[in-house]
């Protein structure tokens, strides 16, 4: 009986330790997150289309969220699909299954240890994003207050399709719920553009599966990095200013997700840029070598304004500054050339320095801002 529970003390000091790791569910956060978002939310973006990068060593697209910013708050409200409301019985316990798409403040989607959902909710995934993986801001400017309501609308008429196992809607074939490849988190927000704001010229592609062999066809997802420049292009069109915020991974995190059949610590997973469905898709992290990925960094890049990291020492969020963002018609004219350069080098296997700049490779890294503790003002 003793040797029992000195077993289940050490366990539990075991997981109270866990715990309180940064980086980890349940431990510290940083504590200037408040001045952190008071700092870019001086730029009166509307929305922010959040681009999480893939922790797969190959075959990793990523995750797609939507922020949509609250005037009247002080923070945005991030707008996600729930990746485990599938209906598939592994996830009927121990996973968040409630809604469909799972809507939070921006601060517990980015940096944030302890979910205001339920502890069912993924880490790393639904809240505490830059613990397991950087994230790809793009903010958009001069969005009308009706198109934002119109999409929050659309997100909350998802998840009642979803409470309701509505089938055969307008946006979707078959059930509501969450499919890797058929209703997945770039589906749900490209639908909500296209069947709430208006965008009736984006294209939303819908995976097919061969009867015979019974397999999906890929080439047919949605793919978040593909959905994002497609949105990027239709922003263009209307108007929209966009600028470009890098979330950067924290490097440290030594928690270990016990849902993932590969027991990795956060620090070890691959920190991926998510790749369009091209030759690339399958390739290790960093080894990018095709067109339509390059362009994808490298226009990213190009309308880069802040790089936001984790300071190793103080544990307090920094933001770097980059020189002034492009606007979208001279970043792309000049991703394209670049891209169209470095995908020809690569191809003839040449020995070459790459004319493009990577996402957060091009930030000045001799303007270093540590946010102030009121956030008021960058120094």
């Keep these: 009986m003793k040797s029992t529970l000195r077993v289940l003390a050490a366990l539990v000091f ?79 316990s121990g996973f968040y299954t409630d809604d469909l798409m799972l809507g939070i403040a921006k601060k517990e989607y980015l940096f944030k240890t302890r979910s205001s959902l339920a502890e069912t909710t993924s880490f790393g995934l639904d809240f505490g994003e830059i613990y397991k993986r950087s994230v790809i801001g793009i903010r958009v400017y001069g969005v009308a207050a009706e198109e934002k309501d119109a999409i929050a609308a659309f997100f909350a008429r998802i998840n009642d399709d979803y409470h ?11 059930e509501i719920k969450y499919d890797y490849m058929h209703l997945n988190c770039a589906k749900t927000i490209g639908s909500a553009f296209r069947f709430a704001a208006g965008y009736g010229d984006l294209e939303i592609t819908s995976a097919k599966v061969l009867t015979q062999r019974r397999l999906v066809v890929a080439a047919k997802a949605n793919i978040p990095t593909e959905m994002a420049i497609k949105l990027v292009k239709a922003w263009h069109q209307r108007g929209y200013a966009m600028d470009v915020v890098f979330y950067k991974k924290y490097g440290n995190s030594t928690y270990v997700d016990p849902h ?33 990925n390059l362009f994808a960094m490298y226009l990213l890049n190009n309308m880069g304004k802040y790089s936001v990291r984790v300071d190793e020492q103080t544990k307090r969020l920094v933001v770097k500054k980059y020189k002034q963002p492009m606007a979208y018609p001279e970043a792309a004219e000049l991703a394209t050339r670049d891209a169209r350069s470095d995908s020809k080098s690569f191809r003839l296997l040449r020995r070459f320095l790459p004319r493009g700049s990577k996402i957060d490779e091009a930030a000045d890294n001799t303007q270093l801002y540590n946010i102030p503790d009121d956030g008021k003002t960058l120094p």
């Design 14 to 92: 075991a997981i109270d330790a866990m715990a309180s790791d940064f980086g980890s569910p349940g431990g510290p956060e940083p504590a200037n997150i408040d001045a952190l978002s008071d700092v870019l939310r001086q730029d009166p973006y509307a929305l922010e289309l959040l681009i999480s990068f893939g922790t797969s060593k190959g075959g990793s697209a990523g995750h797609l969220a939507l922020g949509i910013r609250d005037a009247a708050g002080d923070d945005d409200r991030v707008y996600s699909a729930n990746f485990y409301a599938d209906r598939s019985p592994k996830h009927e």
């Design 260 to 292: 993932d059949e590969d027991k990795v610590a956060f620090k070890d997973l691959p920190n991926r840029f998510p790749s369009v469905l091209s030759r690339d898709f399958r390739s290790d992290e960093g080894e990018y070598q095709d067109f339509d």
């Design 164 to 174: 309701q196992r509505t089938r055969d809607t307008e946006y979707h074939a078959g």
